[in-house]
């Protein structure tokens, strides 16, 4: 029962343009929302995060949107560039249970920035 | 800046064989994880810790087991080697709820 999902198992963009990853959740005790970047060979790296107060967070290049009606949430970057070329992860945790700093990971989408 | 270590990058192992990793992390970190990372799969925790001598099984702890002796350290013990435990193994810890895990740089383990 994959309880956060990504669709798209890969995305190809053009340097300079927007991209924009997916991430659908179905266990309505999620609370909190991270997404990390992993490059071959290395361990994920967090990127950033969103609690269910808020519905978007922004940081630098990264922007993080929460839908929580529609159990929603997407990854921004902008303008892509060729060192974001990586397999990006979304998760999800519930902080207010007794799992609270258990994650749950989706199945990762690599994300291509051409020239 | 937090440093989780992983103990080998590569290993080899065969079926039947029990097989250790180790994971450090330097933070004085609570809590410990150990996940798999296959294609097509995502991220899929084993096991966690939420203090030492203490352990909870994750989603797929089946065929493993894992030891906290000391809060720095997290080991993941594969009792005996099958070649469907082939995969990328990610130690992870946490200062505290609600803050992001730290990864380390992964153990590719391979089952012949």
């Known amino acids: 029962d994959q309880q956060v999902k990504q669709n798209s198992p890969s995305l190809s963009v053009q340097e300079g343009r927007i991209s924009i990853l997916n991430c659908d959740y179905t266990?309505?005790?999620?609370?909190?929302f991270l997404w990390y970047k992993k490059y071959p060979a290395e361990g994920p790296t967090f990127l950033i995060s969103?609690?269910?107060?808020?519905d978007k967070n922004e940081d630098g290049r990264f922007t993080v949107f929460l839908n929580k009606s529609a159990k929603h949430l997407s990854l921004h970057i902008v303008p892509s560039q060729p060192g974001d070329s990586a397999v990006y992860f979304c998760?999800?945790?519930?902080?207010?249970?007794?799992?609270?700093?258990?994650?749950?990971f989706g199945t990762g989408t690599r994300l291509q920035v051409t020239l | 800046d937090v440093k989780v270590t992983q103990s080998s990058r590569y290993l080899v192992k065969r079926t039947g064989e029990k097989v250790f990793l180790e994971c450090v992390q330097d933070m004085d970190h609570e809590n410990m994880f150990w996940y798999r990372q296959d294609p097509g799969l995502g991220l899929r925790l084993i096991y966690f810790?939420?203090?030492?001598?203490?352990?909870e099984k994750g989603d797929i702890p089946e065929g493993y087991s894992v030891s906290r002796e000391k809060k720095e350290r997290f080991s993941l013990i594969l009792e005996s080697a099958s070649t469907n435990q082939t995969s990328m193994y990610l130690c992870?810890?946490?200062?505290?709820?609600?803050?992001?895990?730290?990864f380390g740089d992964g153990t590719r383990l391979s089952i012949l």
């Open positions: 810790s939420y203090d030492v001598k203490m352990k």
């Open positions: 992870a810890s946490i200062s505290r709820v609600g803050q992001p895990q730290h």
């Open positions: 266990n309505s005790m999620f609370d909190y």
């Open positions: 969103i609690s269910s107060i808020k």
């Open positions: 998760a999800a945790s519930a902080i207010n249970t007794g799992t609270a700093s258990k994650l749950t």
